[in-house]
């Protein structure tokens, strides 16, 4: 069964509250684009993150604000940061890495903020059981192409309104040469 792909660059989920600390009381996220799950976005608000060692400045803020405020990057981005954040689904951020956020106001310090996103399928309950994915809690996804592979471990992500796309990071794309937009095929494992 093919999956449409979804390259996620680094970006930065806030809280509300978070929110108004780096840009205001006033402040309210503007759409930049649309992707494709239902009501997110890529707003035109960037910030910068920062540890000790280095700092990557312009990372996006997906909108809308969430109930927790994290920070995901590839291994690449990693490195250069010097951490070694865990690989993990968004929100589960006990015992992750250290991170600051830098807007034009203030600066948070995130003690557990930052992890490197697993690979996931996101899909409605409807479609899961529809497509046989709603007994599976992980699958494989082929990928052709001169850089052809398997990704492995590859999460199912039932929720109530998903567009049914594979998201995996930037380090995964490059090493696939994938694009957005490319399809695979799943797997059962």
């Known amino acids: 069964m093919k999956v449409s792909i979804g390259v996620s660059n680094r970006h930065v989920h806030l809280c509300e509250e978070d ?3 780096l840009f205001g009381d006033d402040y309210k996220l503007e759409i930049g684009k649309e992707i494709n799950q239902p009501g997110q976005y890529a707003s035109t ?3 910068s993150i920062k540890t000790n060692k280095a700092i ?10 969430r109930k927790y405020s994290q920070v995901e990057i590839s291994m690449t981005d990693a ?3 010097g951490l070694n954040p865990p690989v993990r689904e968004s929100g589960d951020l006990a015992n992750s ?13 995130l003690e557990n903020g930052c992890i490197i996103a697993d690979r996931h399928i996101h899909i409605t309950k409807e479609e899961a059981i529809e497509k046989g994915l709603d007994k599976v809690k992980t699958v494989s996804v082929k990928v052709e192409g001169e850089k052809g592979g ?13 567009y049914f796309e594979l998201h995996i990071d930037t380090d995964d794309a490059n090493a696939h040469l994938i694009k957005s937009g490319d399809f695979g095929t799943i797997i059962y494992e």
């Not at 990557?56 to 604000?65: A, C, D, F, K, S």
């Not at 398997?150 to 998903?162: R, T, W």
Request: positive net charge.
């Open 19 to 21: 929110l108004k600390k």
């Open 45 to 47: 608000a960037k910030v």
């Open 56 to 65: 990557i400045e312009n990372v996006r803020i997906l909108g809308p604000t």
């Open 79 to 81: 490195y250069k940061l």
């Open 97 to 109: 890495a250290p991170i600051t956020i830098v807007g034009p106001l203030a600066e948070i310090n």
């Open 150 to 162: 398997i990704l492995e471990n590859v999460k199912i992500k039932i929720s109530e309104e998903a």
